[in-house]
Nanobody, 126 residues
């Protein structure tokens, strides 16, 4: 599956932003969809995942309660709604996907995802 992320931009602290990740080539209905981010000088880190076949969403502690991952299988698109943005949320955000679902203990690892989008920049000013 090919992924195209969009929706990034420059916002102020406290603002909201919604990222989109459009998939093509395969239907995402049987895929696990996730978001990762990479801040300057830092390693890529897990943000959120919507695992196929699990009735639960998972978030990193740093975004829990502020970010929401959702998917629209009919539109073959996954979203990341980001509220109460902080300067430390500044990063390039990547969507990633894998067919089926990873084992629960590994679903926050980027090694579990075979398809990656190109990334979209989110900058939060203080």
């Amino acid at each position: 599956v090919q992924l195209q992320a969009s929706g990034g931009g420059l916002v102020q602290a406290g603002d909201s932003l919604r990222l989109s990740c459009a998939a093509s080539g395969r239907t995402i209905s049987t895929w696990s969809m996730s978001w990762f981010r990479q801040a300057p000088g830092k390693e890529r880190e897990f943000v959120a995942v919507s695992p196929y076949g699990r009735g639960h969403l998972y978030y990193s502690d740093s975004v829990k309660g502020r970010f929401t991952i959702s998917r629209d299988n009919a539109k073959n698109t996954v979203y990341l709604e980001m509220n109460s943005l902080k300067p430390e949320d500044t990063a390039v955000y990547y969507c990633a996907a894998r067919e089926g679902r990873p084992i629960l203990s590994a679903q926050r690892s980027q090694t579990q995802y075979s398809s990656w989008g190109q990334g979209t920049q989110v900058t939060v000013s203080s």
